[in-house]
């Protein structure tokens, strides 16, 4: 899997992820909230998802992005939720499915 080389605002709404493959892909804040893997928004036992889409508000943007190490990133979203590392295989998974 590609490793994430950047991440940065496009607009309003949406991210710019770039890999280390070449790839750039469009993405909704919203999705990478969404998708967070965390135990608050994922089940730990069953791997179901806890968080519901509608429950999050539209608007819902990174206040701080952090690096974890060399294969992740922290974000701090503006609705107070910060506990999600994002593995790089898994944003772009993510990303590829905005495709």
């Known amino acids: 899997m590609p490793n994430l ?15 280390d493959n070449g790839e750039e892909f469009r993405v909704p804040y919203l ?7 965390c135990a608050t ?3 730990e ?13 539209a608007d ?11 294969y992740g990133i922290s974000i701090a979203w503006t609705d107070g ?4 590392m994002y593995h790089f295989d898994r944003l772009y998974e993510i990303a590829r499915k905005e495709l």
């Open 31 to 37: 999705t990478l909230r969404f998708e967070c893997p």
């Open 41 to 43: 928004c994922v089940d």
């Open 45 to 57: 036992m069953t791997g179901k998802r806890t968080l519901r889409k509608e429950t999050l508000r």
């Open 60 to 70: 819902v943007k990174p206040k701080q992005i952090l690096p974890v190490g060399r």
């Open 5 to 19: 080389t950047k991440i940065q605002p496009e607009d309003a709404t949406n991210a710019l992820l770039g890999f």
């Open 81 to 84: 939720h910060s506990t999600g």
